[in-house]
């Protein structure tokens, strides 16, 4: 099913997880122990996978010279997309990136997901790596993420990147990122929200946001997308603070600010950051669900069981 029929579907809002694919040489198994576990306990409609760039890297070589690496550490989005449909039943969405990836290659990475039975896609930018600079610019990457929702919605109509007599409409139902506190690159957060609409105008049917901590920057977000005529459903995207290192890296790599009751609460008691993140993730996700948000979609990097703490307590109410 499509992600969109499901929420059009839903009485309650839907808990839905994002799950990143084990780096290269990772065992698979691993992935499927937590997604067990997932499915037990809340049994999702959907599971979002992530997809990486390839990174640029100066590696050393025997004769001492330096030579310029472009590799990716975590293939196998498709693939485990692939593996959740047939274990689980459950659908997958793969995300597509543009970041370091030709119009080509993800036009082919659309066929085999077609082929393979799975309809949805997060269409997304991703950063830059660095890898970029080994492809040849010239029309041949989509450079936005509304560029990529374009391409996907051509080869909807059956419009591929050559002319092809005859040729089959695939069948996507595409989402887009959102950003509650602005994305970073842009000047204020209405600039973005009109970037935002131009994705849902160019056929984007939902949109997932980044994570945040304090619920008022998702509410202000979701009024003011209102305001600019945006009518898809905004899901919230959660992340639960575990360690004390997050208080840093959360910040730094994903541009959000974390409401200082919470930073307070954990320089108090460092000890108790996990209950703490629990807790907290708890307090805002029954706000959230009180307020009517379409989902849930929580951010599990690792261990699945902060979330799972999460959806019991919300299970229990
Ligand atoms: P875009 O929508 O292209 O926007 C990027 C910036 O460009 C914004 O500031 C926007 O306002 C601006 N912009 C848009 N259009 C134009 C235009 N025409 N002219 C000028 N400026 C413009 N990263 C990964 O590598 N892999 C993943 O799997 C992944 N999944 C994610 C899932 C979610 C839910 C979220 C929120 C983020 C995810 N990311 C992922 C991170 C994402 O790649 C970065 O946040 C990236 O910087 C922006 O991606 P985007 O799709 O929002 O970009």
Redesign the pocket.
């Known amino acids: 099913m499509k992600v969109i029929e499901h929420y059009d579907k839903a009485t309650e809002p839907l808990i839905s997880f994002?799950i990143i694919p084990p780096k290269r040489g990772g065992a698979v198994s691993d992935v499927f122990e937590s997604l067990d576990r997932v499915v037990e306990a809340v049994r999702p409609p959907f599971i979002?996978v992530?997809?990486?760039?390839a990174e640029a890297t100066v590696e050393e070589q025997p004769d001492g010279s330096l030579k310029r690496v472009i590799r990716r550490k975590r293939p196998g989005t498709i693939g485990l997309c692939a593996a959740i449909l047939h274990r689980y039943g459950i659908d997958p969405v793969p995300?597509l990136?543009?970041?370091g990836f030709t119009k080509e290659e993800s036009e082919d990475a659309l066929i085999e997901l077609n082929y393979l039975g799975i309809h949805n896609v997060?269409?997304?930018?991703?950063?830059n790596t660095g890898s970029q600079i080994s492809l040849n610019l010239n029309g041949t990457v989509n450079?936005?993420?509304?560029d990529l929702v374009r391409q996907i919605q051509n080869m909807n109509r059956g419009e591929y990147l050559e002319d092809i007599i005859n040729a089959e409409p695939t069948n996507f139902c595409v989402g887009?990122?959102?950003?509650p506190e602005k994305?970073?690159?842009?000047p204020n957060l209405d600039?973005?929200i009109k970037?935002?609409k131009?994705?849902v105008d160019a056929g984007a049917e939902y949109i997932?946001?980044?994570?945040f901590f304090d619920n008022s920057a998702y509410f202000r977000f979701v009024e003011k997308c209102r305001g600019h005529g945006i009518t898809v459903p905004i899901v919230p995207?959660l992340k639960i603070l575990t360690t004390t290192g997050h208080l840093k890296t959360l910040p730094k790599n994903f541009y959000l600010n974390l409401p200082d009751e919470l930073t307070e609460q954990i320089d108090a008691n460092p000890d108790h950051v996990k209950q703490i993140g629990v807790d907290w993730a708890q307090k805002q996700s029954l706000e959230l669900m009180e307020n009517g948000v379409p989902g849930l979609?929580y951010y599990i990097m690792g261990d699945p069981q902060p979330a799972l703490d999460v959806i019991g307590y919300l299970q229990k109410k």
Not at 122 to 127: E, K
Not at 176 to 179: C, R
Not at 183 to 186: I, V
């Open positions: 994002e979002d992530t997809y990486h760039a995300h990136i543009c970041e997060l269409a997304i930018r991703g950063d450079k936005y993420a509304i887009v990122a959102g950003y994305h970073f690159e842009a600039w973005d970037k935002l131009d994705k997932v946001t980044q994570m995207g979609h």
